[in-house]
């Protein structure tokens, strides 16, 4: 079983569409978490991290459900410019771990 | 500041060459990550140092890979004899954290192709 798991998608929404992704985690003694952003031939950019309270940024949401073992990044009123890959990221502090998930498509469509 | 700086931008080689990524990290930064990205395996951590010494390299796919730090300013990946299946986008990350995994910044990447 995959440390962390991503929808690939690709998820393909209309502009000002709200849109959600999910980052599943295995290991529940993970303790920190990211969204990284990745454009199309660039390098991952960090986008957010996840609070165990939830973390908003502009239309930005990330959340963090540990009894399920999962980490959600909500786009409120996507943009053309939203367009892009979400990584999650889930660091683990037993044994200095951290695993990047595949990551989620995403294209906003006009 | 002028962000994590690789060379080269794009390498084609032909198999069985020698090849060496080069990697500058961000200036303090104590952590120093190697990546390589496909799209069938996303992203992999080939191997991270922290204060010049390799942490973790349990993610170096066998011993034709091979990575060093002997400065903090400078980091090299090289593989060799390389194969066809080593083309990918391989990235360099630096973070500042001294001993956690922390926040990490990406250099723009070497694009290699091995024919």
């Known amino acids: 079983r995959k440390e962390v798991e991503q929808d690939p998608g690709p998820f393909n929404v209309p502009e000002g569409a709200t849109v959600a992704f999910n980052c599943t985690y295995s290991n529940s003694a993970s303790q920190s978490f990211f969204w990284y952003r990745q454009d199309c031939r660039k390098e991952p950019k960090l986008l957010m991290s996840v609070y165990s309270s939830g973390n908003e940024d502009g239309r930005f949401t990330a959340q963090l459900n540990r009894a399920s073992q999962y980490i959600s990044l909500l786009i409120r009123d996507s943009k053309l410019s939203d367009s892009a890959t979400y990584l999650c990221v889930v660091i683990q502090n037993t044994g200095n771990q951290f695993y990047f998930g595949t990551g989620t498509s995403l294209t906003v469509i006009p | ?115």
């Not at chain 2, 500041?1 to 931008?9: E, F, H, T």
């Not at chain 2, 992999?44 to 140092?49: R, S, T």
């Open chain 2, 1 to 115: 500041d002028a962000g994590v700086i690789q060379s080269p931008r794009h390498e084609v080689t032909e198999m069985g060459q020698e090849v060496t990524l080069r990697c500058k990290p961000i200036s303090g930064h104590n952590s120093l990550f190697w990546y390589r990205q496909t799209m069938m395996r996303g992203l992999e951590l080939l191997i991270y140092f922290n204060n010049n010494v390799p942490i973790d390299d349990s993610g170096m796919p066998e011993d034709r890979f091979s990575a060093k730090m002997p400065n903090a300013s400078f980091s090299t990946l090289k593989i060799q004899p390389s194969e066809p299946r080593d083309s990918a986008v391989y990235f360099c990350a630096s973070s500042l954290a001294n001993y956690f995994p922390d926040t990490q910044y990406f250099g723009p990447g070497t694009r290699l192709t091995v024919l």
